[in-house]
């Protein structure tokens, strides 16, 4: 791996101390903790763009005697000046994290302690709402006869039927859904609720609709391949288990069958059967359990989904809207 050069020229606001320090610091990040040379790159300009405005701030050239006196006012004015300049709190944390590692490495290497950097809380980023799929589209998403005119056998179409069907009547997370083993369904008729493992190797019991019974009971009929009681139940083409990247191509291709965004992907199935519960009156707490949610804050951001489709609903036709 090419180490990053050190970029002494590039640092004018800063004395020799520190610019020997950055230099150092930008070897250790590619030698160490072996970070690509366009990662070493931007963290060194993070760190050139907070030494800068130190400079300009504290009127003089940055020292390491300087970066210990900060104080936490020091950093909220540099935050300030950036947010001035239209930087964007994903950047603002990126630039932070920079910083933040520089003064790590100096106190390892007993050249000073910056506490100042760790006094502010970095900037809190805005959560995006999940986007999920119309209900029509949703329930068209398990249709075989979609996939129709592609050439691939009919027990792969089948396989990616019932697993999408399982995203969406279940709410499963991808993973879940394919670290299923046959004996973990019920054939149709036999029962209808499944136990999953999710997150933090947590078991949590969730209803599966007839419909989505019947969609895996055809796929194991079509499979050629031996399915075993205690393997996996849905399986590549060459037997061993499915990969989420194939059921991620497979939604890319029902989104141009259904004419759907980008947005729609396997695990807006998920948000979508959550979305269309809460929608039709499911409990809050109820939809936490069958998403295996550990809290209900994480639930809580589908309200703010379906209020943002009321008011849709409302601006688009309301005559005064």
């Known amino acids: ?7 002494n020229d590039a640092l004018p606001f ?3 101390d520190v610019t020997a320090e950055v230099a150092r610091w930008r070897a250790s990040l590619a030698a160490e903790r072996r970070m690509s040379p366009n990662t070493v790159e931007a963290y060194g300009r993070d760190v050139s763009q907070f030494l800068a405005f130190l400079a300009q701030h504290l009127g003089g050239k940055v020292t390491l005697a300087t970066l210990s006196r900060l104080g936490p006012a020091d950093v909220r004015a540099f935050m300030a000046a950036r947010r001035a300049a239209g930087v964007g709190s994903r950047s603002l944390m990126r630039g932070l994290a920079g910083a933040r590692s520089f003064a790590r490495f ?3 290497n007993g050249r000073g302690k910056v506490g100042a950097l760790s006094a502010v809380r970095a900037p809190k980023l805005s959560k995006t709402l999940p986007k999920p799929l119309a ?4 329930k068209r998403i398990a249709d075989v006869d979609l996939r129709a005119g592609e050439e691939r056998e009919p027990w792969i179409l089948a396989r990616d039927a019932a697993v999408l069907a399982l995203l969406y009547g279940s709410g499963l997370r991808i993973s879940e859904a394919l670290s299923l083993k046959r004996m973990d369904v019920p054939k149709p008729g036999k029962g209808d609720v499944i136990t999953v493992i999710g997150k933090g190797n947590k078991a949590r019991m969730v209803p599966v609709l007839r419909h989505v019974l019947e969609l895996v009971a055809d796929y194991v009929a079509l499979c050629p391949l031996t399915l075993a009681v205690d ?14 990247r194939i059921v991620q191509f ?10 759907l965004p980008d947005s729609a992907t396997p695990h807006a199935l998920r948000h979508s059967f959550a979305t269309h519960l809460l929608a039709r009156g499911g409990d809050l ?5 069958l998403l295996g949610h550990a809290s209900l804050s994480t639930t809580q951001i589908y309200t703010a989904v379906d209020t943002e489709r009321l008011f849709e609903v409302y601006r688009s036709t309301h005559p005064r809207a």
Do not use: D
Not at 1 to 7: E, L, R, V
Not at 135 to 138: G, T
Not at 232 to 244: I, K, Q, W
Not at 250 to 259: D, S, V
């Open 14 to 16: 800063a004395a020799a």
């Open 135 to 138: 209900i029509a589209a949703a």
């Open 285 to 289: 707490r109820a939809i936490q359990e």
């Open 1 to 7: 791996m090419t180490k990053p050069k050190p970029q």
């Open 250 to 259: 497979a939604m890319q291709r029902l989104r141009g069958a259904l004419g």
């Open 106 to 108: 100096l106190e390892r």
């Open 231 to 244: 393997g996996p139940l849905f399986v590549g083409a060459r037997g061993g288990p499915l990969s989420p």
